[in-house]
């Protein structure tokens, strides 16, 4: 049972303009919130988190917004470019033994 | 600050041989330190966690006398992948984390073919 889903395999933007990354979970026990990015044969990169207890954090272009009741969270990238392209993956935190659950990861192109 | 080197970054060995990929967190101490396995076009799938100075505990289905995962120091944990078959040919990545952190440092990954 796939605790941490992220439904869109990938996803295609006009450079310049906003992509938005979307992430559900199922489990309540998720403390922290993370997006990591990743280009092929690299390790993910840390890009923004987010406390259980917000619904929002800010990092230059990038947030990620919380809705705790939807059991959703999204990232967006505005303006997007050239050097976003990369696989998006969604990491919750597990309160009981801090360990990270991942989403399947979500491709994202910038067209140019 | 948070840098993880693995070493090597990529190796190709023969079948039956044995191969011990290195993961080093540079400037900060790792008091846990995590393996993943990732497939083509799959998500990062966690093999096994390991605690400075004890055993590692290993997720379901991921054999541990043929991942053998040691994490002797605080900046240094390897993973030797025993009597290596093509099928364990991945690219394996590892990450650490401080005492109580939230955030995942992850190296750069190793590329195993096993021919």
């Not at chain 1, 395999?9 to 403390?31: A, H, K, W």
């Not at chain 2, 970054?9 to 846990?32: H, M, N, P, Y």
């Not at chain 2, 590892?94 to 992850?106: D, I, K, N, P, T």
């Amino acid at each position: 049972d796939q605790q941490v889903k992220q439904n869109s395999p990938s996803l295609s933007v006009q450079e310049g303009r906003i992509s938005i990354l979307n992430c559900d979970y199922t489990n309540s026990m998720f403390d922290y919130f993370l997006w990591y990015k990743k280009y092929p044969a690299e390790g993910p990169t840390f890009l923004i988190s987010i406390s259980s207890i917000k619904d929002k954090n800010e990092d230059g272009r990038f947030t990620v917004f919380l809705n705790k009741s939807a059991k959703h969270l999204s990232l967006h990238i505005v303006p997007s470019q050239p050097g976003d392209s990369a696989v998006y993956f969604c990491a919750a935190r597990e309160v009981s033994n801090y360990q990270l659950i991942w989403g399947a990861g979500t491709k994202l192109i910038i067209k140019p | 600050g948070a840098v993880v080197s693995q070493h090597p970054s990529w190796v190709i060995c023969k079948s039956g041989t044995s191969v011990k990929i290195e993961c080093r967190s540079l400037d900060f101490q790792a008091t846990t330190m995590f393996w993943y396995r990732q497939f083509p076009k799959q998500s990062l799938m966690l093999m096994a966690t390991s605690n400075e100075g004890s055993k590692a505990t290993y997720e379901q289905g991921v054999e541990k006398d043929k991942f053998l995962i040691n994490h002797a120091s605080l900046t240094l944990s390897t993973l030797t992948v025993t009597s290596a078959h093509p099928e364990d040919s991945s690219f394996y990545i590892c990450s650490a984390r401080r005492l109580a952190g939230y955030e995942q440092y992850f190296g750069p990954g190793t590329r195993l073919t096993v021919t």
